[in-house]
């Protein structure tokens, strides 16, 4: 076997790195059109409970804005209204 051409080495190694490029951003523009496309109620209704479950682990309790998520199921009744 005669011996190998440094640069023909030097190139099959760019078009190797070049190819590993275009799959990550073929796969990459197909996972954001997945995540674009519209949900289901089901789906996004189980997409805030996942958010919600993340922050009550965390401690946060929503925004900050006192909304009704964070007060524990209370009602007029109980507020005295």
Known sequence: MEHLNWGYIQLGLVAVVFGGLQVWWISSVFWRRDLSKPQSGGE??????????????????????????????????????
């Open 44 to 81: 996004f209704r189980k997409s805030l409970e996942r958010i919600w479950m993340k922050e009550q682990r965390e401690g946060k309790s929503g925004n900050g804005c006192g909304s009704i998520w964070s007060r524990g199921g209370e009602t007029q009744a109980s507020r005295g209204a």
